[in-house]
């Protein structure tokens, strides 16, 4: 490994190893989550197509991803995932945390709040095990701009996961190739007073009590 990439490994195990908040403040991570989504929903020009939200299994929200000082193209940041069951039924959040290589947005700029669409259950559950590579493992793809807008020669879905970050204070598509994603099981612990396992909470609604926090930001989604 080169001198290059051992910096890049020290810094990116530093981002993520120093929270970026205080287990105490989880509620206020949901609640920022919740305020990313329905900002997201919110736009004027409909960003989000229809037929993405009512097909979407999962959904992802991750605020204020930032930019390491020395990480050259480094981003860090640490959110929510909640999946849908059969009846529709939105699962409490589990935490999960997204960390690699420089990505570029469509609209330019820097990201500071993320979306994402999982289109398939699989690509939630391959998520569970040990994460993923966004691009590599799981294919990801910049989500598409308008409700009503046609997806082209993807229009069959073909991606597993569909991405939008918030630049300039506007949402738009953003290519994610090579970022990683993984469960936080330390804070999904934490925030819901008890050990919990991820997939349980996701697949089968597994915990003692969920949160305020929680039932808003579920509130928020179709």
């Known amino acids: 490994m080169n001198g290059r990439r051992v910096i890049s490994a020290l810094v990116a195990f530093g981002l993520l190893s120093q929270p970026l908040f205080a287990y105490g403040d989880l509620d206020r991570k949901v609640d920022n989550a919740r305020l990313a989504y329905r900002e997201l929903l919110q736009e004027a020009d409909d960003v989000v197509p229809r037929r993405l939200l009512d097909d979407a299994n999962c959904i992802g929200v991750i605020p204020n991803v930032v930019k390491g000082a020395f990480w050259v193209g480094g981003r860090a940041g640490k959110g929510v995932l909640t999946c849908r069951n059969e009846s529709g039924e939105w699962s409490p959040p589990i935490f999960i945390k ?45 989500g598409p701009q308008g409700r009503t807008a046609e997806f082209g020669t993807d229009i069959t879905f073909r991606a597993e996961i569909y991405s939008y970050a918030k630049s300039r204070g506007l949402f738009a598509g953003i290519a994610l190739d090579g970022a990683r994603l993984a469960p936080h099981k330390r804070a999904t612990n934490s925030f819901y007073g008890e050990t919990v396992w991820p997939q349980d909470v996701l697949f089968e609604h597994r915990v003692d009590e969920i949160p305020d926090e929680a039932r808003a930001l579920l509130a928020e989604l179709p």
Do not use: H, I, N, P
């Open 98 to 142: 997204l960390w690699g290589a420089s990505f570029g947005l469509q609209a330019g700029g820097s990201a500071t709040d993320l979306v994402l669409f999982f289109m398939t259950e699989r690509s939630a559950k391959a998520l569970l095990k040990t994460g993923f590579t966004l691009g590599g493992d799981a294919s990801v793809a910049a």
